[in-house]
């Protein structure tokens, strides 16, 4: 079975830095697309950043372009999302997702997931 796990969240002043983690496992090859999204309350999911695991090719989501960087360890099975300039708006639940199947398109996953999901991570940025 597949897992993912998020870490790394937390309370940060605006215009900080947070580091978000995501360890996944039972993933059969390197060819799945991963992904970092965010629900903010009484919001929708948004899609933030995706990459290809195997390629390294990455996705982001206009308005994330600049502060968020994603990468990925294939030796560590790690994922990360690293945050600066953050702003109160980006408070939000963060979950990591792995996606399903190798057929999903980069951009097509990042937008309309079909993916397993991790329990996610909160994010806080207070003014």
């Known amino acids: 079975a597949v897992q993912v796990v998020e870490s790394g969240g937390g309370l940060v002043q605006a215009g900080g830095s947070l580091r978000l983690s995501c360890t996944a496992s039972?993933?059969?090859?390197?060819?799945?697309?991963m992904g970092w999204f965010r629900q903010a309350p009484g919001k929708e999911r948004e899609g933030v950043s995706c990459?290809?695991?195997?390629?390294?090719?990455?996705y982001y989501v206009d308005s994330m372009r600049g502060r968020f960087t994603i990468s990925r360890d294939n030796a560590k099975n790690t994922l990360y999302l690293q945050m600066n300039s953050l702003k109160p708006e980006d408070t939000a639940m963060y979950y990591c997702?792995?996606?399903?199947?190798?057929?999903?398109?980069?951009?097509?996953?990042?937008?309309?997931?079909?993916?397993?999901w991790g329990q996610g991570t909160q994010v806080t940025v207070s003014s």
């Open positions: 990459i290809v695991r195997s390629t390294g090719a990455t």
């Open positions: 039972g993933l059969t090859s390197d060819n799945y697309a």
């Open positions: 997702a792995a996606a399903r199947s190798t057929t999903q398109l980069l951009e097509t996953f990042c937008k309309r997931p079909s993916a397993y």
